[in-house]
């Protein structure tokens, strides 16, 4: 217990914020039929390619129809906008509560932001699961071991996407909307983690680019564990690179945040 205690405040917070967010349910169904929808569109493009193209292609078309279906059910890991909450804290000027609150702002933030990652998406992705597994070739991981290495790539994309999106948080109180750079990273996140293309189809020259970022390791790594395209014991090559991006996008925030609210300027003075 006095391990868990000083991460209590922001374990209530994450809890809070989740059951908030799972009240959307209409919202995340709608989401949902938006999302398959989508994902219909882009299998039949990928169907259409491969029956064009005579060249052995990196992945086969089962595993891209999986890893398509997987990044339309995880479509909520990317980080369009900052916390809205957040964002009329700043506009209004009462961001000024958050600063006097007995809690670290960074991490206060950082327990919404996998909030803001996480809930939406449970009403979006297990029917995504069931009906794309059910009538539209979505396949199982191999085996157990390649679950389980799924589900700890996982874990650690939704921390990266987090930091992200608190990184976006904080950009608000320079920019007060966010609007401008959520639409960079939302953009950068979409083409260089695997949602509008596999990264495997990328050429050759840019692989060493995308090793070199954080994006690929919020859904592309993960999903070829869920393939098993990389192996479950591969699991301890790409995690060390995973936890390394989290402990640089969480420090870089703490510096940004810890800039801005020393410079910071409510309602003039």
Known sequence: MNLIYPFK?????????????????????????????????RIMIFEAFFRSSTQIQPMTYDHVVTYLWLSQAFLVLVPFSADPDVRSLVRSGNIVYELVRPANLYFFWFSRAIAQRTAPGVFRALPM??????????????????????IIAMICAILISAAIT??????????????GVGALLSAATWLLSGMTLPLLFFPDWAQTALNALPFRYMMDIPFRFYLGQIPPSDIWTHLPFQLAWIAILTGLGHVILNRATRRLVVQGG
């Open 9 to 41: 405040p922001y374990l209530a917070v994450l809890s809070a914020r989740v059951r908030t967010l799972l009240q959307y349910r209409a919202a995340a169904l709608a989401g949902f039929g938006t999302q398959f929808f989508w994902g219909l569109i």
């Open 166 to 179: 608190n990184l976006l948080n904080i950009s608000t109180l320079w920019t007060l909307s966010g609007d």
């Open 129 to 150: 699961f069931i009906v794309a597994g059910l009538f539209f070739n979505m396949q199982l991981p191999p085996n157990l071991y390649a679950t389980s290495a799924f």
